[in-house]
């Protein structure tokens, strides 16, 4: 477990999940890291710390370059467990002279770890005189917890960005120009979808703020992911342009069925709006994961979501996922809903209550089919995705 050098005098010390799978509800198929760094100088400093089950392997790293009880200073950007949980442990070993975080953070360490040490408070504009170095700190609050914040090596021009530009990916390739950018382009994307969107306004003011201050730091060094060294500004355009959520001429169906005449009726729906040029993601419960639906619809202008009935009730994968969808607060969607029931067709009409808590602009009355769509069921479904394509259209233009 060595260390590995990312600047003259910048050490990443973190930790590699291969095994990852799941963060909260987010299927992580790539696994991830856990980010750490190290800053060797006059007063040693480490930026974050990792998972608790990973404090070892960053132990390692350190010590592979230096003695742990060398460093001066902690600074936790973010109090998230897989961040914090081996600030506690690393503290013990370390003797650090302070541990810094920003006002919410202490709050929130605080809170979760009941620490035994003292956590000193900083806000945007605080620096830190590290002898050969100067850090300087940016609250970044609520992206994506009120105690983000930011830290930027002044001279070798780096900034620590916690969970912002990061990304579930386990990669043994740390910087960006050595992974494969079609792969990081999908995970960026499913990142910011499923942690980021629900603050997208924040995201926007954010970066100007982060232009009006005039940084263009060299590199960009998150707590997860890989490092950006080559050209950072990548990732900084692509937050923007994800933080805008401008709709493009595409529609996601959402759907999941008992006995297949709901999937029936979201293929009739797809033609439709293929038909009238709409690009079209069909996407199955039984098939995808939540998590793939909310990026999927990262670009969209439309979603359409059906349900079969069950015990008087949505599917119970419908409305997991709704949930889901709801709480990520995805803008500048219109929609409706369809599906199939046998004695109670009320549930697919709340479907079309549950879009407009969604903030989804409704076009439509639910379409429903009793049992299995005959001919002219299908046709109406058709019709529906041609009114959907037609509507989003009208929107886009």
Not at 21 to 35: K, L, M, S, V
Request: proline letters at 5%; charged letters at 20%.
């Amino acid at each position: 477990m060595k260390a590995l050098q990312i600047s003259p005098h910048v050490y990443w010390v973190g930790a590699i999940d291969w095994n990852l799978r799941d963060f909260h509800g987010y299927a992580t198929t790539r696994g991830t890291t856990y980010n750490a760094y190290l800053i060797l100088g006059d007063k040693p400093t480490l930026i974050d710390t990792v998972k608790k089950p990973f404090y070892h392997e960053m132990l390692a790293r350190i010590k592979s370059i230096i003695d742990p009880q060398k460093i001066e200073i902690i600074v936790s950007n973010h109090a998230e467990m897989d961040h914090s949980g081996a600030l506690c442990e690393a503290v013990q070993e370390m003797q650090p002279v302070t541990v810094y975080a920003s006002a919410m953070g202490v709050k929130n360490l605080q809170a979760q770890l009941h620490p035994s040490f003292e956590i000193k408070p900083v806000k945007t504009g605080d620096k830190i005189d590290l002898g050969s170095d100067t850090l300087s700190f940016v609250e970044a609050r609520m992206l994506h917890w009120p105690d983000s914040m930011l830290a930027y090596l002044v001279k070798e021009d780096v900034l620590f960005t916690n969970d912002v530009f990061g990304m579930h990916l386990a990669t043994s390739k740390l910087f960006d120009d050595e992974n494969d950018e079609e792969i990081w382009m999908q995970e960026a994307r499913k990142y910011y979808a499923n942690i980021v969107l629900p603050y997208s306004d924040i995201v926007t003011r954010f970066l100007g703020q982060v232009q009006q201050m005039g940084l263009k730091p060299k590199m960009i060094a998150p707590d997860h992911g890989f490092i950006w060294r080559k050209d950072p500004s990548k990732i900084v355009n692509l937050y923007a342009q994800m933080a805008a959520q401008k709709p493009t001429d595409k529609a996601v169906i959402v759907y999941d069925t008992m006995w297949g005449s709901t999937e029936k009726m979201a293929q009739a729906i797809a033609d439709g709006l293929r038909q009238n040029g709409t690009k079209v993601q069909l996407m199955s419960m039984h098939a995808n994961h939540r998590s793939d639906v909310i990026t999927e619809l990262l670009d969209a202008g439309a979603i359409l979501v059906g349900t079969p009935v069950l015990n008087s009730q949505i599917y119970p994968a419908m409305a997991d996922v709704l949930c889901y969808l709801k709480g990520l607060k995805k803008k500048n969607l219109i929609g409706t809903a369809f599906g199939s029931y046998g004695w109670n067709g009320a549930p697919v009409d709340s479907l079309t209550k549950m879009l407009e808590e969604m903030g989804v602009e409704v076009v439509s009355p639910a379409v429903k089919s009793l049992f299995v769509p005959d001919e002219t069921k299908l046709q109406e479904c058709e019709a529906l995705g041609k009114l959907v394509s037609q509507k989003l259209k009208e929107k886009l233009s």
